[in-house]
């Protein structure tokens, strides 16, 4: 069974960053595509951040020139970089895994961005 741990989250002021971390119980080399997501109350579930096997990170304009993805390999851990945050990034931030085999999430993190 994949399991996916975010850890990172927390509350921070308007202007401030934080880096989120999601380690996998499998190699990441598995999975097609790892993202991150967010959801905030009463709002859908949007994607924040993914990569792929090969090329470069893709990022709505919402977050794109704030938010950065990363992966460690050797760790099965990606990470979410998160600058310049708003009041308007306030969610739940959930690390997603892809492949054939099925569609993963984590528990989820919450990031509170508020003065």
């Known amino acids: 069974q994949v399991q996916l741990v975010e850890s990172g989250g927390g509350l921070v002021q308007p202007g401030g960053s934080l880096r989120l971390s999601c380690t996998i119980t499998e190699s990441i080399f598995s999975f097609t595509s790892l993202g991150w997501h967010r959801q905030a109350p009463g709002k859908q579930r949007e994607l924040v951040a993914r990569?792929?096997?090969?090329?470069?990170?893709y990022y709505p304009d919402s977050v794109k020139g704030r938010f950065t993805m990363s992966r460690d390999n050797a760790k099965n851990t990606v990470y979410l970089q998160m600058n310049s945050l708003k009041p308007e990034d306030t969610a739940v931030y959930y690390c997603?895994?892809?492949?054939?085999?099925?569609?993963?999430w984590g528990q989820g993190t919450q990031v509170t961005v508020s003065s």
């Open positions: 997603n895994a892809f492949s054939t085999s099925g569609n993963y």
């Open positions: 990569i792929f096997k090969i090329g470069s990170p």
